[in-house]
């Protein structure tokens, strides 16, 4: 099947002509999906990289119990303290170790695993645990970055490498930290959490079940699915044309239909799913529209392209397990992950320090 590039600028984030600058940031797979390439995956490692080490500007959501938390970010994040926050510090380095297990010539390695070994150690996580433990700050962070701690220890104990093995190892005692809070909060919480940004439950349970299986954690396992069964499993016809609003980076329905083909088993997701989005199953696919960003500088309108790149990955996910309107459903995907690439590399800080995770994500979803 004929190959198809988008070329990308990595300065203005706009679609360009073919030039020497430029790179082919995918192709087509004769599937239909798409696939990121080496140039593609350089680009985008640039972006974390220029913030994983940069103090400031930064936004903490900490609660200051004394005045010995009044110091820089840096003093009780030794290890997460880039990229404007907590979470897009841990997802930004999530992402660079999956683009280097996916790609071990990546011509920027080098750069890649010197950070990685500086931000990761294990006195780093030790600081960075005591925070969490300061009861003031127990709930820092839930769901969205507990989620993707989880999300990295995943991506560290699954990569066959020395430096892997030794980061998994500094990162376990931060990633058992938040799977004992998670456990014990889900056990508290009455009512899902249905919302757009970053307290979405389906989307923290979603990472928190990835790690969990790998961890092979079955405590956490069984508290997801408890949880998902008790929250979800009656649902129907969510009402997907209220979507999205205004500050959204989740997809409320989707992020909950991605969750559930990992809960139940495969005849039961599907008559689930069915029941729950029975706009995905229409002969003509007219639901969920590609988000429009007018202000890339506005840190919060900027969340919708991120909401396109999140909708593509639940709708590769939600595909891979059903067999009905299938192709339909990965071309809404495509459309979704395609409109939103040229947008990664923007140029301005509010989207760059977070949006090439979910790009990375989008991309690979497929060997999730």
């Known amino acids: 099947m004929k190959k198809t590039f988008i070329l990308i600028s990595l300065i203005t984030g706009s679609l360009m002509p073919t030039a020497s600058a430029q790179q082919a940031f995918y192709t087509r797979k004769s599937n239909g999906l798409l696939d990121l390439t080496p140039a593609g995956a350089t680009h985008l490692a640039e972006l974390p990289l220029r913030c994983m080490q ?4 930064y936004k903490t959501g900490i609660v200051f119990s004394d005045t010995s938390l009044v ?3 840096k003093a009780y994040h030794p290890a997460f303290y880039g990229c404007f926050d907590w979470h897009s510090s841990v997802h930004g380095h999530w992402m660079l170790v999956r683009l280097l297990k996916s790609f071990p010539d990546l011509s920027k390695k080098q750069e890649i695993v010197t950070k990685l070994s500086q931000n990761l150690t294990a006195a780093n996580i030790a600081q960075e645990q005591r925070l969490f433990q300061n009861k003031e700050n127990k709930s820092f962070e839930r769901i969205y970055g507990w989620s993707w701690l989880l999300q990295l220890q995943r991506e560290l104990l699954t990569w066959n490498d020395p430096l892997g093995k030794q980061l998994a190892a500094n990162v376990q005692p931060l990633a058992t930290q938040f799977s004992k809070a998670y456990i014990d909060f889900l056990g508290k919480l009455v009512y899902p959490i249905r919302v757009g940004e970053h307290t979405n439950l389906a989307f923290g349970l979603s990472l928190a079940w990835d790690y969990a299986a790998t961890a092979n954690d079955t405590a956490l396992q069984q508290a997801i699915r408890q949880a998902a069964m008790r929250f979800y499993a009656a649902d129907k016809n969510c009402p997907a044309a209220w979507e999205p609003g205004g500050y959204d980076f989740l997809s409320p329905c989707l992020e909950e239909a ?3 083909w990992r809960i139940l088993p495969a005849k039961e997701y599907q008559t689930w799913v069915k029941a729950f989005l029975p706009e995905l199953f229409a002969r003509d696919v007219t639901v969920f529209k590609v988000a429009q960003v007018k202000d890339i500088t506005d840190g919060k309108l900027v969340h919708l392209h991120g909401l396109n790149l999140s909708r593509a990955w639940c709708l590769y996910g939600i595909a891979r397990h059903v067999t009905e309107n299938r192709a339909a459903i990965l071309q809404l995907a495509n459309l979704h ?3 939103a690439i040229p947008h ?24 999730n």
């Open 54 to 57: 940069q103090e400031f500007p």
């Open 71 to 73: 110091t820089a970010p």
């Open 258 to 260: 991605d969750l559930m």
């Open 337 to 339: 992950l395609e409109s």
């Open 344 to 367: 990664v590399a923007s140029g301005n800080y509010a989207g760059e320090h977070w949006l090439a995770s979910f790009a990375v994500y989008a991309l690979t979803t497929e060997n």
